[in-house]
């Protein structure tokens, strides 16, 4: 069943009159409420809300420690490709990003010796990363590289090209527990706008490719915008529209969502609609009370303040000691450093908060929580029954 015809039932001028007739009695009918409706959320998500953070921020918390209790999971990023037929205007990896560092591809041995690299640190998740170049990293490579991390982690998420149910059947039956897959913009003319090459260039099959991982036996489902491409309260609602068709057709997947915010971009790419500190906390706290059983993820696109000040208010997962390059935890570590800019492997994009593990585990105790390096199966156990 097909999330497009959601998106055709709402379309931008509906989501916008829908905010337009936003009051404060929503807002407080709203955070009154254990069961939200959209409009609930609209208005949670409205700048009609702002005076209204604080309590927002206390049943966020609230709920997030009824349904997660006071631990943060650790996952990290393993890039096993940075080749990319795609032309995605705001990523180092674009075919067409000007960008003259190195394109690689690890081979079985390589991606062995990351793995065991991450998994002594303690490491028990991992999300693999590629770009989009199905023809040079198909999904049996994919699938190779998950069979081999599933021999050190006890989770393996990918986060990689839109396919087919029959390649998520595939890498579900080599171990794969998670897909992460963002739409980018849900706006079409947007979406349009900034994929110039490859079958990404595919609104519809990228729209439709989460709920076919979940029709395909994947247990975790990550959804995400990319903030900073479009509106973020017109895309929130998108979002969480999306969220709530996957719960009902995937109802024995977990889901989660991620709030990447564009950052350091390619030169040929400007941010058009940046979402300050503010906005993104509203956005998260919003969504909290919206989606109270989901787990929201926070990467280290974010600084080391920013991430701290997040945790109480809903995060439930983050990435720690990252690098976005292929390599870049055993095989390519010392071409990080300076001066050898010439011969670096190319990275997807700069990371802010550049803590080690140790580092963002004392942060998370010092906040009052418990750093879990195993993922909440326990937690999202009732979810997978109703
Ligand atoms: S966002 Fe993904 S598909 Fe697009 S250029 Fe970057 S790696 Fe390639």
Not at 77 to 87: K, M, R, V
Not at 153 to 169: H, I, K, N, Q
Not at 337 to 356: H, I, K, P, W
Request: net charge negative.
């Amino acid at each position: 069943m097909s999330f497009q015809a959601t998106m055709e039932a709402w379309p931008r001028e509906r989501v916008e009159a829908l905010y337009a007739g936003i009051t404060p009695a929503d807002v407080e009918g709203a955070l009154s409420r254990e069961e939200r409706s959209i409009h609930d959320l609209a208005a949670l998500l409205s700048p009609v809300a702002r005076p209204y953070l604080e309590a927002m921020a206390r049943e966020a918390q609230r709920l997030t420690r009824w349904h997660f209790g006071r631990t943060i999971s650790l996952y990290a990023p393993i890039y096993i490709s940075n080749l990319c037929a795609a032309d995605c205007l705001y990523c180092s990896f674009a075919s067409h990003s000007g960008s003259r560092d190195k394109r690689t591809t690890l081979g079985p041995d390589e991606i062995r010796e990351e793995c065991r690299a991450l998994a002594a640190l303690g490491y028990q998740h991992v999300l693999l990363l590629t770009g989009e170049a199905p023809r040079i990293v198909p999904v049996d490579y994919i699938a190779g590289a998950v069979a081999i991390a599933r021999e050190y982690f006890s989770s393996v998420s990918v986060e990689v090209y839109a396919m087919d149910t029959a390649g998520y059947a595939e890498l579900h039956r080599r171990g794969l527990e998670g897909v992460t897959l963002y739409m980018e913009t849900y706006d079409r003319d947007m979406y349009r706008r900034v994929h110039l090459g490859g079958e990404k260039m595919d609104y519809g099959f990228r729209l439709d490719a989460i709920e076919r991982a979940g029709e395909a036996g994947v247990r975790r489902l990550g959804l995400g915008v990319l903030l900073g491409l479009y509106q973020w309260r017109i895309e929130a609602l998108w979002l969480a529209l999306h969220a709530r068709h996957l719960q009902k057709v995937c109802w024995q997947s977990a889901l989660s969502v991620s709030f990447p915010r564009l950052r350091h971009t390619p030169a040929r790419f400007r941010v058009e609609h940046p979402v300050s500190d503010p906005e993104m906390v509203q956005l998260m706290l919003a969504l909290r009370l919206f989606l109270p059983e989901s787990g929201f993820n926070l990467s280290t696109r974010e600084s080391a303040a920013f991430r701290d000040r997040l945790i109480p208010l809903g995060i439930t997962a983050m990435s720690a000691g990252s690098s976005t390059r292929p390599g870049g935890y055993a095989i390519h570590r010392e071409e990080c450093c300076e001066g050898m800019a010439e011969t670096a492997v190319l990275e997807q994009f700069e990371v802010e908060d550049t803590r080690s593990p140790g580092e963002v585990v004392s942060a998370i105790r010092r906040a009052g929580y418990d750093p879990v390096w195993k993922d909440f199966d326990a937690a999202f156990a009732p979810m997978q029954l109703g």
